[in-house]
């Protein structure tokens, strides 16, 4: 077995600066000119989140303290003579010099490096000391409940007991940060992004460019909206055709119920006008939501919010499997539309006419009932 790289602080800090950057391991260990085993190292063992900076304690020995010590060892000087020379108790010196080696096997750089690595034992974390509230999240876990639904989930059900409070970040840090222990790694495979690190969002240095302001993501979505037990949840994406030629789709997630749309352009305020006015002749128990990828034609989300009353959330990047309803959906309408035909020529009335056919089939997670059969049935 290759036996692995020891990486400086320096290399170890650069790891971390590269990977909150977007980078890969593979990028990352081709910039600082080492294999990618042991960064993948530091980024497993930390879970993928980047440690707090280290700082020296106010009252921990200086490096320039350890030097003094060292040189005054050398000289043969009595231990209550270095203390005084460094305005430290005594006692604080026989400790160090006790620890590293004694008089004779002493050394500064040794007993620095001693000391940096006893201040990296792990802190005791929040779930570490709250049995009931550990047991709670580890629950919700189980039952594939975000983090982030499980901490807001909290402030709703126990108003009053501040001791039942926990913070998304510090679920995900019990989970993924080898050192603590506090959850059993087997519940990771619950989140919706299972992994054994946590990526950073990527493109961040790339600022505003191709940003959608004010995005909500699906990471906040109630918890109604995953187990398909409520109508009204949408998934939205575009079909698109030669000559630059869009038609919108929106898939219900409970009954798989479809609805197609004709799109003017690809543009935010054409889809979005398209999209609100279909939307708003629902009734208002299909007007709950409506689940998107990043494409920046639903920008203007926040006005169709407004105009509907139906909140917008937003998949994570390169994530289309978190629309599986729809993607599923757009590869059945390739029956009608194969890829290369221009759809800008058919009406709406022919798009209509598609999406009644694919509501009248019977469709097999449906119990081989149509989406149309059971739309009705839950509208009863």
């Not at 009204?232 to 197609?260: C, P, Q, Y």
Request: net charge positive.
């Amino acid at each position: 077995m290759a036996r692995r790289t020891t990486l400086s602080h320096e290399q170890q800090r650069q790891i971390w600066i590269r990977w909150r950057r977007g980078e890969c391991t593979a990028d990352i260990a081709r910039g600082l000119a080492v294999s990618r085993e042991p960064v993948r190292h530091v980024l497993v063992s930390a879970g993928g989140i980047a440690p707090p900076a280290r700082q020296r304690s106010a009252r921990g020995l200086s490096f320039e303290e350890r030097e003094t010590i060292s040189r005054g060892l050398a000289a043969d000087r009595p231990m209550r003579q270095i203390a005084r020379s460094l305005r430290r108790p005594a006692s604080t010196i026989s400790r160090e010099v006790a620890r590293n080696g004694g008089r004779r096997g002493y050394r500064a750089g040794d007993a620095e490096r001693r000391a940096w690595e006893r201040a990296q034992r792990p802190k005791p974390c929040l779930l570490a000391g709250n049995e009931r509230l550990r047991e709670l999240v580890a629950e919700k876990l189980s039952l594939d409940w975000s983090p982030r639904q499980i901490s807001r989930w909290l402030e709703h059900s126990f108003p009053v007991d501040q001791n039942l409070r926990v913070s998304a970040e510090t679920i995900y840090r019990s989970l993924f940060v080898q050192a603590r222990g506090v959850l059993k790694k087997e519940l990771i495979a619950h989140l919706r992004l299972a992994g054994r690190i946590r990526r950073p969002n990527r493109g961040r240095s790339a600022g505003l460019r191709g940003r959608i302001v004010d995005a909500v993501s699906i990471r906040e979505r109630p918890a109604e909206v995953e187990d398909r037990a409520v109508p009204g949840h949408w998934e939205g994406d575009l079909l698109s055709g030669s000559k630059n030629s869009h038609i919108a789709t929106l898939v219900e997630r409970r009954t798989r119920f479809v609805m197609l749309i004709k799109l003017a352009g690809k543009d935010t305020t054409s889809v979005v006008a398209a999209l609100t006015e279909h939307v708003r002749r629902l009734p208002a128990e299909l007007r709950r939501s409506v689940t998107w990828d990043r494409g920046h034609e639903m920008a203007d989300h926040v006005k169709f919010t407004i105009a509907t009353d139906v909140q917008v959330y937003f998949c994570d990047p390169q994530s289309p499997w978190q629309r599986g309803s729809n993607e599923n959906t757009n590869g059945l309408l390739r029956q009608y539309f194969p890829k290369g035909t221009d759809l800008s020529a058919y009406s709406q009335d022919y798009l209509d006419t598609i999406a009644l056919r694919l509501n009248q089939r019977p469709r097999e997670t449906l119990g081989f009932a149509s989406p149309a059969e059971t739309l009705a049935a839950v509208l009863r």
